[in-house]
């Protein structure tokens, strides 16, 4: 099972120009709103038309612009799990999920229906109308409508997107039971990198109509290569950097010199270090560099309480000034803040130097 896709669309806002191919792993499309993700997926399954190129499902042609083909939406064999589910509200669950398979025996449709139902775990709830549902149920009714046609590639546009987090969670752990049994290629379109982290082992990041980044998700997360990725992978510190040494730079917004680990490029502009990884100095532990490395004595600005997690905003240096006088964001565990909040200050706070992130 493949998929390649090269397209070019002209949008008011910007042009779509993606170009990648993919397998049965499940890849994430990530990006900010506008970036080109939800009209790359119309794109494949025919909802929009490409100004050229080519999309290529598993050596059948669905679109060629230069050979005049243009495959229609319904031929595709292509799943499509909507933002807002485009459930039919006059239409009950096993009515809605059949709806695909109208072309199909009425014997041969229902048995197909009834087994879409027993592995998308909706038994009971066959003559409900999607007024009838939760969001979760609505959520389950548009992907057993999705999958009932057998699709050769399955389309996944931000389906978690209205229902809460502790939903969200279970239905994600849902959602990889079922993939894991489907043996299509996935693109799951998100803007949230810890379900991207979870449900996706590839990515493509999307900027502004184009593929900014490309590659597993552990990749991306640890080493993103450039500002915008490292944004959208959750590095909330972040800093203007400098070249000074094969092994040092200048974090000019934070006011300091940092160590790092790895031998440094000469052509980066930021570093950045995720707001869990910053540590006690004395909670350090040993590596190749000094033990005195990378720390700083760091006043609290602000302090945020969550029942398992506390975020401190923290001053490099010096004593804030007021509460919008702060350098880093500082993400502990309750049990770690604990510990700490009754030491003297300034706190004495560890960059790892193997942990700090350069990029462009």
Known sequence: MELHVDICKTLSDFTLNVNFTTDTEITGLLGVSGSGKSMTLRCIAGIETPDKGRIILNGRTLFDS?????????????????????????????????????????????????????????????????????????????????????????????????????????????????????????????????????????MLVLKDGEIEASGENNQLFQNPPTLNVAQLTGCKNISRAEYLSDHECLASDWGITLRVKKNLPLNFNYAGIQAYHLREAAESHHDDFSDDDNVFECWPSTIIESPFKVTIYLSIGKKPADKDDYNLFWELPETTWQNLKSKPLPWRIKISPDKLLIFN
Do not use: W
């Not at 239409?91 to 197909?112: C, D, H, K, W, Y």
């Open 66 to 202: 230069a050979e005049g083909i243009n495959v229609p939406s319904r031929l595709r064999k292509v799943g499509y799990l909507f933002q807002n589910y485009a459930l039919f509200p006059h239409m009950t669950v096993e009515e809605n999920i059949g709806f695909a398979l109208g072309q199909l025996p009425r014997e041969q449709r229902l048995s197909r229906v009834k087994n879409i139902l027993q592995i998308i775990k909706l038994e009971g709830l066959e003559k409900r109308y999607p007024s009838q549902l939760s969001g979760g149920q609505q959520q389950r009714t548009a992907l057993a409508r999705a999958l009932a046609i057998e699709p050769e590639v399955l389309l996944l546009d931000e389906p978690f997107s209205a229902l809460d987090d502790h939903l969200r969670n279970h239905l994600g752990r849902q959602l990889m039971d079922t993939l894991a049994a489907y043996s299509g290629v996935t693109l799951f379109v998100t803007h949230n990198m810890d379900e991207a982290y979870r449900i996706c082992p590839k």
